[in-house]
C-alpha cells in the first residue's frame, strides 16, 4: 500500500498560482503512475492531470479545463509529484487528491488507481 500526503493548498485569487505537492511512501515511487483528481461541491470526483512512470516516457495527461493552465510533474529522488496551478479561475476551487497506482499501464479511470491521499482544499475567489 501506497501512503500520499498531499500539501500546498490554501486560498488565493482568481489569476494566481498554486502548487500542490504529494509525498508518497511504502512503494518505489518511480514505478508509480500518479495522477490528481479534485471534487467540488455538490459535484463528483474528476480527472484533473496524471503522469505515467518514467519508463512510459513519463507522460502527461490533462483534462481539457485545465489544459494550458496546469503542469504535473514528478520528482522520483524526492518521491514526490507535483501540480502547478497558474491563471486559477473561481471554478478551480475543489479538494484535491493525488492517486497512485502500480499497474503494467496508466490507469484509464480513477477507479483504477489503488491509492489515494487525504485531499488538499484549493479555494480561488473572484
Known amino acids: 500500500q501506497v501512503q500520499l500526503v498531499e500539501s500546498g493548498g490554501g486560498l488565493v485569487q482568481a489569476g494566481g498560482s498554486l502548487r500542490l505537492s504529494c509525498a508518497a511512501s511504502g512503494r518505489t515511487f518511480s514505478t508509480l503512475h500518479m495522477g490528481w483528481f479534485r471534487q467540488a461541491p455538490g459535484k463528483e470526483r474528476e480527472f484533473v492531470a496524471a503522469?505515467?512512470?518514467?519508463?512510459?516516457?513519463?507522460?502527461?495527461y490533462y483534462a481539457a479545463s485545465v489544459k494550458g493552465r496546469f503542469t504535473i510533474s514528478r520528482d522520483n529522488a524526492k518521491n514526490t509529484v507535483y501540480l502547478q496551478m497558474n491563471n486559477l479561475k473561481p471554478e478551480d476551487t475543489a479538494v484535491y487528491y493525488c492517486a497512485a497506482d502500480s499497474g503494467y499501464r496508466v490507469p484509464a479511470t480513477q477507479s483504477d488507481y489503488a491509492d489515494w491521499g487525504q485531499g488538499t482544499q484549493v479555494t480561488v475567489s473572484s
Open positions: 503522469i505515467s512512470v518514467s519508463w512510459r516516457g513519463g507522460r502527461t
